[in-house]
Protein backbone atom coordinates (compact mmCIF):
# COMPACT_ATOMS: atom_id res chain seq x y z
CA UNK A 1 0.00 0.00 0.00
CA UNK A 2 1.64 3.68 -0.88
CA UNK A 3 1.33 6.21 1.31
CA UNK A 4 -1.09 8.40 -0.88
CA UNK A 5 -3.57 5.18 -0.43
CA UNK A 6 -3.82 5.70 3.42
CA UNK A 7 -3.95 9.36 4.11
CA UNK A 8 -5.86 12.41 3.12
CA UNK A 9 -2.80 14.35 1.14
CA UNK A 10 0.94 14.82 0.91
CA UNK A 11 1.85 18.00 0.64
CA UNK A 12 5.00 20.04 0.38
CA UNK A 13 6.39 23.25 -0.06
CA UNK A 14 9.37 25.71 0.83
CA UNK A 15 10.74 26.82 4.34
CA UNK A 16 12.76 29.20 3.07
CA UNK A 17 15.37 29.33 0.37
CA UNK A 18 17.29 26.02 1.79
CA UNK A 19 14.80 24.08 3.32
CA UNK A 20 11.68 21.93 2.17
CA UNK A 21 8.49 20.62 4.24
CA UNK A 22 6.66 17.77 3.63
CA UNK A 23 3.44 17.79 5.32
CA UNK A 24 1.51 14.30 5.10
CA UNK A 25 -1.76 14.96 6.78
CA UNK A 26 -3.33 11.89 8.34
CA UNK A 27 -6.94 12.08 9.00
CA UNK A 28 -7.32 10.22 11.61
CA UNK A 29 -5.81 8.33 14.65
CA UNK A 30 -5.64 5.29 13.24
CA UNK A 31 -3.93 6.68 9.97
CA UNK A 32 -1.51 8.41 12.07
CA UNK A 33 -0.06 5.66 14.01
CA UNK A 34 0.56 3.89 11.01
CA UNK A 35 2.41 6.10 9.41
CA UNK A 36 4.02 7.02 12.63
CA UNK A 37 5.14 2.77 13.03
CA UNK A 38 5.88 2.45 9.32
CA UNK A 39 7.42 5.46 7.46
CA UNK A 40 11.19 5.82 9.70
CA UNK A 41 13.03 8.57 8.82
CA UNK A 42 15.75 6.44 7.74
CA UNK A 43 13.11 5.92 4.73
CA UNK A 44 12.71 9.22 4.06
CA UNK A 45 16.09 10.41 4.20
CA UNK A 46 17.34 7.53 1.93
CA UNK A 47 14.48 8.86 -0.86
CA UNK A 48 15.62 12.27 -0.65
CA UNK A 49 19.10 11.22 -0.91
CA UNK A 50 20.19 13.50 2.39
CA UNK A 51 22.31 12.52 5.70
CA UNK A 52 19.63 11.25 7.91
CA UNK A 53 20.93 13.68 10.52
CA UNK A 54 19.96 16.32 8.43
CA UNK A 55 16.23 15.40 8.22
CA UNK A 56 13.73 16.94 10.75
CA UNK A 57 10.99 15.13 11.68
CA UNK A 58 7.79 16.27 13.28
CA UNK A 59 5.12 13.89 14.89
CA UNK A 60 1.85 15.96 16.35
CA UNK A 61 -0.43 13.67 17.09
CA UNK A 62 -3.05 16.67 17.69
CA UNK A 63 -3.39 17.20 14.07
CA UNK A 64 -2.42 14.02 13.07
CA UNK A 65 -0.05 15.25 11.21
CA UNK A 66 3.71 13.85 10.75
CA UNK A 67 6.11 16.52 8.74
CA UNK A 68 9.77 16.24 7.41
CA UNK A 69 11.97 19.50 6.99
CA UNK A 70 15.19 18.69 4.97
CA UNK A 71 17.63 20.59 2.86
CA UNK A 72 16.87 21.51 -0.69
CA UNK A 73 20.15 20.22 -2.99
CA UNK A 74 20.27 23.52 -4.34
CA UNK A 75 19.28 26.83 -3.14
CA UNK A 76 16.10 28.05 -4.07
CA UNK A 77 16.13 29.78 -7.35
CA UNK A 78 19.38 28.93 -8.12
CA UNK A 79 20.06 28.32 -11.95
CA UNK A 80 20.22 24.30 -11.29
CA UNK A 81 16.55 24.57 -8.92
CA UNK A 82 14.17 22.38 -10.66
CA UNK A 83 11.04 23.27 -8.44
CA UNK A 84 11.09 27.07 -7.36
CA UNK A 85 8.24 26.27 -4.86
CA UNK A 86 9.28 22.82 -3.76
CA UNK A 87 5.70 21.74 -4.64
CA UNK A 88 6.68 18.49 -6.19
CA UNK A 89 8.64 16.98 -3.74
CA UNK A 90 5.16 15.44 -2.31
CA UNK A 91 4.68 13.33 -4.74
CA UNK A 92 8.11 10.87 -4.24
CA UNK A 93 6.83 10.18 -0.17
CA UNK A 94 3.08 10.17 -1.48
CA UNK A 95 4.40 6.83 -3.88
CA UNK A 96 6.50 5.15 -1.23
CA UNK A 97 5.33 2.16 -0.30
CA UNK A 98 4.37 2.01 3.63
Not at 51 to 65: G, P, T, W, Y
Request: with cysteine; glycine share 4%; net charge positive.
Amino acid sequence: MKLSDRVLKVRSKNAGPFWVTIDIFCGSPAAYAEVVSRLPTETVARLYATEMQLVKRFDIADLNVVKFSIPRPVIQGAAADRDMHGAQWAHLLAETEL
